[in-house]
C-alpha cells in the first residue's frame, strides 16, 4: 500500500502581491503525474489547503479540478483531506457530499461528541488501512480531562484516544493525520514567526499515544521527523511561501506499508517552478554596490521570471535609493519583492533566524549578545550588566 504524503498548499496566496495560481497549478501537474508514476493509493492532505478562510473561487476551482482529475487518472486513489488553521472548517466540508463521489473524505471539525467522524477505514485491494483524520483542533473542539486543570496538549491527546477507541478490530496499519506545532520542529522566520497556532500551545509526539504506524502532520514548512521518530513526520510546503524558506528542499513523501505496518519512506522533491532570490544573498550592500549587483545579475537564464528582494545597507544615506533601484531594475524580468533596509548587526543574525531551530545550538549569553547587536550595531557585545540580569533570570527558574 502506497500513501502520499503532503500539507500547507496555501492555494490564493499572493507572494508579495504577485499572484501564484500559475506555480500551483504546476505543482498540482506535477503531483498528478506522481500519483500516476507512483501508483498511490491514498493521497494525504494534512492541512492549510488554502490560504485564508475565505479564499478566491479560483483556488477553490484549483482544488476540486485537481481531485476530478487525479480521481480520473487513478481510479484507485483514495483522498483525505483534513483543515489547517488557515482553512475554514465549515467551508472546506461544503463540497463534502459531491466529493464522496471521487473517493475523497473531507474532514473540517472535529466533534467530541462523536470522535468515531474522523475515523476512515480504507479497503485497498485485498488489504485494509485506518486513518485518523484529525483537522486542526481549537480549545472549544477539545474533550475536557474529568479532572486535574484542562491545558491544550491534553486535550490533544485526548482527542487521538477517543478517536483511535472506536476503531475496534485493528485489520490493518493505522495512520494519524494533524494539523499542530509538535515540539522541537523546526520553524520558518516569517511563515510561522508565531510559535503557537492562534495562541495554542505546541505538543509533544507524545499526544499521538503509541497505536499507529505512521503520523502525517502539516502547519510546519519544513520537511522534517518529530522527535527524532522516523514515522512522525511533516511534508512541509510544496513551494516557498517566504524568502526565509527559499533553501528549502520542498518535497512530498511516499510511505509504503503492508498488512503488519510501515516498510519504508521517501522524499519526492518538488521542482523549483520559480526561483527566489536575495539580492546579495549574504548581508547587505550600499546603494552603489546593490545597483552593481542587479546589473551583473543575468535574470534571462531562469525559465520563469524570479522573485527578487533586495537588501540595502541601513548606513545607505541616500535618500533617493528608490528611484535609482528603479532605473537599475528597468527592463528585468522579474517579480520585484520589495527592499529590506538591514542593519550590520541583522545581516551577522540571518543565518541564524532564517531557521529558528538553530537558536537551540547557541547558548543564552549568545542569543542575548545577537539580540543586542540588532539595536546597537556597532557593538560586538551585550553589556555586562545585561549579562548579569540574565543570570540571574536563569537561575530563578531552575530554583
Known amino acids: 500500500m502506497k500513501v502520499l504524503h503532503t500539507s500547507d498548499w496555501h492555494l490564493g496566496q499572493s507572494f508579495y502581491e504577485h499572484d501564484r495560481s500559475e506555480e500551483h497549478q504546476l505543482f498540482l501537474d506535477w503531483l498528478c503525474d506522481a500519483l500516476v508514476e507512483q501508483q498511490v493509493d491514498v493521497l494525504l492532505i494534512s492541512g492549510d489547503i488554502f490560504h485564508t478562510a475565505t479564499p478566491p473561487a479560483s483556488a477553490e476551482k484549483q482544488l476540486y479540478t485537481f481531485i476530478q482529475k487525479a480521481s ?18 465549515n467551508r472546506i466540508e461544503t463540497a463534502k457530499p459531491l466529493l464522496t463521489l471521487f473517493n475523497t473524505h473531507v474532514i ?66 493505522i495512520v494519524l493525520m494533524g494539523h499542530l506545532h509538535a515540539k522541537g520542529g523546526t520553524i520558518s522566520e516569517d511563515s510561522e514567526r508565531n510559535l503557537n497556532i492562534g495562541g495554542f500551545d505546541a505538543v509533544s509526539a507524545g499526544v499521538f499515544g503509541e497505536q499507529f504506524d505512521y503520523v502525517a502532520l502539516g502547519h ?18 510544496p513551494l516557498p511561501m517566504s524568502f526565509s524558506e527559499r533553501n528549502y528542499k520542498h518535497q512530498v513523501l511516499l510511505a509504503e506499508f503492508n498488512e503488519q505496518g510501515l516498510v519504508d519512506v521517501n522524499p519526492l522533491y518538488v521542482p523549483r517552478f520559480k526561483d527566489v532570490l536575495y539580492i546579495p544573498e549574504d548581508g547587505a550592500k550600499r546603494l552603489a554596490e546593490l545597483c552593481e549587483a542587479i546589473a551583473a545579475q543575468d535574470f534571462s537564464k531562469f525559465d520563469s521570471a524570479p522573485y527578487v528582494r533586495l537588501k540595502l545597507s541601513a548606513a545607505e544615506t541616500n535618500s533617493r535609493f528608490r528611484a535609482e533601484i528603479d532605473e537599475a531594475l528597468k527592463g528585468k524580468d522579474i517579480k520585484f519583492c520589495g527592499i529590506e533596509r538591514v542593519s550590520k ?19 543564552p549569553n549568545t542569543l542575548l549578545d545577537i539580540a543586542y547587536r540588532e539595536i546597537e550595531p556597532e557593538q560586538e557585545k551585550a553589556p555586562a550588566t545585561l549579562h548579569e540580569k540574565l543570570a540571574e533570570v536563569i537561575a530563578s527558574m531552575e530554583e
Open 345 to 363: 548587526g541583522a545581516a551577522a543574525s540571518e543565518w541564524l533566524f532564517e531557521d529558528l531551530g538553530k537558536v537551540e545550538s547557541l547558548s
Open 72 to 89: 480520473q487518472l487513478c481510479p484507485q486513489l483514495h483522498i483525505i483531506l483534513i483543515a489547517g488553521n488557515h482553512d475554514s472548517a
Open 220 to 237: 510546519l514548512h519544513k520537511a522534517q521527523t518529530v522527535a527524532k521518530q522516523s514515522a512522525i513526520r511533516y511534508s512541509g510546503t
Open 108 to 173: 473540517g471539525r472535529f466533534n467530541k461528541q462523536a470522535p468515531e467522524q474522523v475515523v476512515i477505514d480504507l479497503p485497498i485491494a485485498a488489504q485494509h488501512m485506518h486513518v485518523v483524520a484529525m483537522p486542526f483542533l481549537r480549545s472549544a473542539d477539545l474533550p475536557k480531562p474529568l479532572a486535574d486543570e484542562f491545558d491544550y496538549q491534553t486535550g490533544v491527546q485526548l482527542a487521538y484516544q477517543h478517536a483511535l477507541s472506536t476503531i475496534g478490530e485493528v485489520k490493518g496499519p
